[in-house]
């Protein structure tokens, strides 16, 4: 038993000890604000002590010296109606377009989806300097990289196309090394343009000296695609990864996007601009922005309109996909339902009419049946989009006779 004097030493120590831990505990806390009726101190900025060792602040590598390429002096795939006047190099559409189609879609054709220019060099690193039309650089559902980046690709030893890096927006003016440390070699390119901002204006980069040969936008007929915001390429991480970029690496074919998010209603306006392209095959993909109704009306209209400039050009008719939730949501699956069932009766419709090189893709299993293929239920994610391309592919094939 200790002593009434130990016992008085003991609880002494156990009272500093415990102070002790309490002022280690508040000096490790954020600082409280002072009130609001109290000025606040003014800061003087620390002075470091001087020392031989200090370490001087990062400095970013010094920029090599490189050549630099204006695509616009060779042009870019993806971008139809070239005769035609535009209001910006870079626009979807040009610019007659201007109060015939509507203002959302005169807006959203400012966007420069879909489109690729492509080149071959020997450069081991790649640099990229572009101007973006908006200040907005990323969506709710997509990254500055899926909005507003550039999308690099290479073929292969054996010809296929490889992904190999992307720019990384931080503001409009963008002036970044897309890639270094590339294996020797001289090779093809493609270089994806911003799915969901516009480009003022575009410039390749490469180290002097390096090979650097600028590829002419290729003369096959193209796939053209005319949609909504899954067409635009809402929710694509890379303006590579959307089904049509991908289907047109696939088939090693030109693509022309006409997505317009929120906006892919099957207009007669827009019609007056596809029957202007020599297609390939047209690709109708409407209906996540239309009711069965609206589909009822405009679908037949859009198709004859079509047939009637491009007699033999094979028509691909698309039900939309069915949201990723829908087996949960009673309403919203009848919806789909319905929905296909207005489009198959009008391709029901127009085959009894005559109407040839019509061709059907179902949109029940476009995004997968495991509920795992979109990003907010209606957009795609990369998944989704690898799964719609494997839908579309074999059908697109055999419109061309492939």
């Known amino acids: 038993m200790l002593s009434p004097t130990s016992l008085i030493r003991t609880s002494l120590l156990l009272l500093v000890f415990t102070q002790a831990e309490e002022v280690h505990l508040l000096a490790a806390e954020p600082a409280t604000a002072a009130p609001t009726n109290t000025a606040p101190a003014t800061a003087t900025p620390a002075t470091p002590a001087p020392t031989s060792t200090a370490a001087a602040a990062p400095q970013p590598p010094p920029e090599p010296a490189l050549d630099w390429f204006d695509v616009t002096t060779w042009g870019v795939e993806g ?76 073929r292969d030893d054996h010809g296929k196309w490889r992904w190999v890096g992307v720019t990384r927006p931080a503001e409009k003016i963008v002036h970044q090394e897309i890639i270094k440390g590339l294996a020797p070699g001289y090779r093809e390119y493609a270089l994806y343009l911003p799915l969901y901002n516009g480009v003022e204006k575009l410039s390749v980069g490469v180290p002097t000296g390096s090979k650097f040969e600028q590829l002419a936008p290729r003369t096959a007929k193209p796939i053209v695609f005319y949609g909504t915001s899954i067409t635009h390429g809402a929710s694509a991480s890379r303006p590579g990864m959307v089904h049509t970029a991908i289907i047109g690496r696939r088939l090693d074919r030109p693509v022309i996007n006409l997505g317009f998010s929120g906006n892919g209603r099957m207009d007669a306006a827009v019609g007056e601009f596809l029957v202007t392209i020599d297609a390939a095959v047209f690709v109708i993909d409407c209906l996540p922005n239309m009711n069965p109704e609206t589909v009822r009306e405009k679908c037949i209209p859009l198709v004859n309109q079509l047939r009637h400039a491009r007699p033999t050009t094979p028509i691909v008719l698309v039900e939309d996909r069915r949201q990723t939730n829908s087996w949960i949501l009673p309403a919203l699956d009848k919806f789909h339902t319905d929905n296909h069932a207005a489009l198959r009766e009008c391709f029901d419709k127009l085959q009894q009419q005559g109407v040839t090189q019509l061709y059907y893709i179902r949109g029940d299993d476009l995004l997968g049946d495991d509920a795992e293929g979109a990003t907010d239920a209606s957009h795609p994610s990369d998944l989704g989009f690898v799964r719609q391309a494997d839908i579309f592919e074999p059908v697109i094939r055999t419109a061309l006779g492939e």
């Open 79 to 154: 971008r139809a109606f070239v005769d035609m006047p535009r209001t910006r190099w870079f626009d979807r559409l040009p610019t007659s377009a201007e109060g015939k189609v509507t203002t959302n879609v005169w807006n959203l054709s400012r966007d420069s989806a879909g489109m690729m220019v492509r080149f071959k060099t020997d450069a081991t690193r790649i640099w990229a300097d572009y101007t973006l039309l908006k200040e907005k650089l990323a969506g709710t559902n997509m990254t500055a990289i899926g909005t507003s980046g550039l999308d690099l690709y290479t």
